[in-house]
């Protein structure tokens, strides 16, 4: 079943805990979780501290999306902060089959994320291994943007090679999603799909949830 992601960089950063609880409540399994160094993406947000934080306040699994230029470097203090997937940029990885096993070997899943003009065919010898793949619908750096639609096709593409190759990994979208196009997306062959603005800029975020929740479910039912 497909599962949204809320994203927490729409939040309201003064009542986390509180709006946290309330999507956990909603039924609401995982959060994702962006990290940006305004050198990789031109924008800053939170490091291993929140990450700490939000660890005490639940127990739902904590995505973070890493959009940083040193990953290798990062990506073991957010583990020790207690992070569950992270998640990494192809175009910030020279040494991208090293990183992802690093990360693996830190004990949590381990991704890798494309920028909308990347191709899929630089994923092609990593897909083996993977633990999930995310697509960017949007250029990196900042919430409520408006969904790329090309995008779309790569999360198809991406599928089709899943299927092809008989590989497990889970394929996660980040950008632009709203109650107007989830359906679409999971029928594409989406499994997680995070959605900030859509979710946190409503007046009822765990409402709202619940709501993209039920769309995506359906939307999946059908695809089957
Ligand atoms: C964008 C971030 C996304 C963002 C998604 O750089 O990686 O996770 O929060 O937000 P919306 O759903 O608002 O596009
Ligand atoms: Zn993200």
């Known amino acids: 079943m497909p599962e949204i992601l809320p994203s927490i960089l729409s939040a309201d950063f003064a009542r986390l805990g509180e709006q946290v609880a309330a999507l956990e409540t909603a039924g609401c399994r995982m959060l994702h979780v962006d990290v940006m160094d305004g050198h990789f993406v031109p924008n800053l947000t939170i490091g291993p501290p929140v990450v700490a934080s939000l660890r005490k306040a639940t ?31 192809q175009e910030a990885c020279p040494h991208l089959d090293r990183t992802l096993k690093m990360i693996q070997g830190l004990g949590v899943r381990a991704g890798v ?20 793949v995310l697509i960017m619908s949007v250029n990196p750096g900042f919430g409520g943007q408006k969904f790329i639609p090309y995008t779309l096709d790569k999360v198809r593409q991406l599928a089709a090679r899943k299927r092809e190759r008989g590989l497990r990994f ?19 062959g989406v499994e997680w799909v995070g959605a900030g603005a859509a979710i946190f800029g409503a007046g009822n975020p765990a409402g709202t949830f619940v709501e993209m929740q039920q769309l995506a479910h359906s939307a999946s039912m059908v695809h089957v």
Do not use: C, Q, W
């Not at 990953?71 to 997937?85: I, K, N, S, T």
């Not at 994320?113 to 999930?132: C, M, R």
């Not at 889970?170 to 594409?188: F, P, Q, R, T």
């Open 170 to 188: 889970v394929i996660e979208i980040d950008g632009g999603v709203s109650l107007g196009n989830v359906g679409e997306v999971v029928k594409a």
């Open 113 to 132: 994320v494309l920028n909308p003009a990347t191709p899929l065919g630089t994923l092609d010898e990593v897909l083996e291994f993977v633990d999930f």
């Open 59 to 89: 127990r739902l699994t904590l995505d973070v999306h890493l959009m940083i230029t040193d990953p290798d470097r990062y990506a073991p203090l957010f583990v020790e902060a207690g992070a569950d997937h992270i998640s990494v940029h």
